[in-house]
């Protein structure tokens, strides 16, 4: 196992432990959630016995393998917790996400539940965004070209990720992705609002004020808890 397996298994475990029973939670996506899925059917071997909203179909599938009931993100039913995972996190507790590729379901269903319960490696603790991974701006295709121009205007000409094939990313909604390096900023606050205002840009990957609680595991094992336990 590796020191980043044995890191996620550590903050997995916290978090799968603050979950109670017969309740409705969120699972956003990528290997952080996973993590936390067979940390939840570890706990309850017959059968986890929760109901999950879930961000990507790759969390869908696992979450049904454990006995997970998946519901749709209606409202209907409250969000105990929204537990997901982050590419980076900052000392105020400010997010990265969309390395995966979800990070608009991600952010809807933050938004849904109140905020995320964040499982990371310690790793992922950084002095600011940006220094590990650059900064995922999701795009509607028509245009998209003039749009990576605004974004590159605003931060630095930006790269549209490609999948394993050498084709273009899709995500969950059929958009395209752009990664975009992300340098010192004074105001996180106000790029999100000018990224927000560019026609063409669906989200973006800051997740600003959503983190309830980060989850912090460290290859020995151990974790440390950022935030307030939900």
């Not at 409202?75 to 929204?82: E, F, N, R, T």
């Not at 995922?136 to 998209?144: A, I, K, T």
């Not at 790269?159 to 394993?164: S, T």
């Amino acid at each position: 196992m590796s020191d980043d397996e044995r890191s996620r298994l550590a903050a997995a475990e916290v978090a799968a432990g603050w979950v109670q029973p017969d309740t409705t939670i969120g699972l956003g996506s990528g290997r952080g959630v996973r993590a936390v899925i067979a940390a939840l059917a570890a706990r309850w071997p017959g059968g986890v016995p929760l109901r999950a909203a879930v961000a990507s179909r790759s969390s869908d599938a696992a979450a049904r393998d454990v006995g997970i009931e998946i519901v749709s993100l209606s409202g209907a039913a409250p969000l105990a917790m929204v537990i997901d995972g982050a590419d980076e996190v900052d000392p105020d507790l400010q997010l990265l996400k969309g390395g995966g590729g979800a990070l608009l379901h991600e952010k809807v269903l933050a938004d849904a539940g109140g905020g995320i319960v964040v499982v990371a490696e310690s790793v992922k603790h950084v002095a600011r965004l940006g220094l590990r991974y650059p900064l995922p701006v999701e795009v509607v295709r028509f245009g998209w070209e003039i749009t990576a121009r605004r974004v590159g205007d605003l931060l630095a000409p930006p790269v549209l990720r490609a999948d394993a094939g050498g084709e273009p990313f899709v995500t969950e909604e059929g958009h395209l992705l752009l990664d975009t390096p992300l340098g010192p900023v004074d105001d996180l606050h106000a790029l999100a609002a000018a990224l927000s205002a560019i026609p063409g840009v669906v989200e973006h990957g800051l997740f600003l004020g959503m983190a309830r609680a980060v989850v912090l595991g460290a290859p020995d094992g151990t974790a440390e808890i950022l935030g307030t336990r939900p």
